[in-house]
């Protein structure tokens, strides 16, 4: 890997992990046509820029972080809970689902899940927007939607947003829920990543991982804030709508 192809994924990595557009699809479509093979060598980079993607939540949300935010805590870690269990007993059933065509199909399932719930969704009706008023009934159905983020193109982002809607929370209460919710999910995810794949950073790099997790972070932090105020203006229609646009081209190319 080259200085070049770190900035392209550290760009979409950055982009797209907390957009719900799932940013493993659109790893596998830059990773195919820049020729990179999915080794262990590329997985140990997407290690090191997803745990830049974890550090731009920390950042951006660092008020958040703190004793005194314990509650809300409790909240998001009983959110994390069922992804956690059902991925930990089903890890290997999970792994054999993956394929770009399930990838493709969750794309557009998701598309047209975003269109339908925004043409019932009524502003009125929702009246949590504050992550911290969030309760843990709220909480406890956003979990039970990550649960279909372990399938493949399903996206993470996507399942938690959807969950937070269909609970009673505002389009932008759902995003940043979304955000907290993934910290304690990436961390878990990257961690088990890091301890897999650590042998491979001897023969990495250096300059490649520290450019993409830099770019990956820059990104992530940037499009955390553009994304919230995205959602002062418009609805999650434009993204449903490219969800199956993408999706189509994936079924096509692949």
């Not at 550290?10 to 982009?15: P, R, V």
């Not at 992550?131 to 938690?160: C, D, H, M, W």
């Amino acid at each position: 890997m080259d200085i070049f192809q770190s900035i392209i994924l550290g760009i979409i990595e950055g982009f797209t992990e907390f957009l719900p557009i799932s940013s493993t699809g659109h790893m596998i479509v830059a990773s195919k046509f820049m020729g990179l093979p999915q080794s262990s060598e590329i997985k140990a980079f997407e290690v090191i820029i997803q745990l830049a993607a974890i550090l731009a939540v920390l950042a951006l949300y660092k008020d958040k972080f703190t004793f005194k935010k314990i509650e809300l805590w409790k909240k998001i870690i009983l959110a994390y809970l069922p992804l956690a269990i059902v991925g930990f007993i089903f890890r290997h059933q999970i792994k054999a689902l993956f394929s770009v065509k399930v990838v493709a199909v969750m794309f557009i399932v998701g598309g047209l899940i975003f269109l339908i719930i925004e043409k019932f969704y009524k502003k009125k009706e929702h009246h949590t927007k504050d992550i911290e008023k969030v309760n843990y009934k709220q909480a406890l159905y956003i979990g039970l939607a990550q649960i279909f983020a372990l399938i493949p193109g399903t996206s993470r982002a996507g399942s938690t947003i959807v969950g937070g809607l269909l609970s009673g929370l505002s389009r932008k209460c759902s995003a940043e829920f979304s955000f907290l919710l993934a910290f304690p999910v990436m961390l878990t995810v990257s961690g088990y990543d890091l301890l897999k794949h650590y042998h491979e950073f001897s023969s990495q790099n250096l300059m490649t991982l520290i450019v993409g997790f830099i770019i990956s972070f820059i990104v992530a932090f940037l499009t955390m804030k553009l994304f919230l105020s995205f959602l002062n203006r418009f609805t999650f229609v434009s993204f449903g709508v490219y969800r199956i646009i993408f999706g189509i081209i994936l079924l096509i190319l692949f």
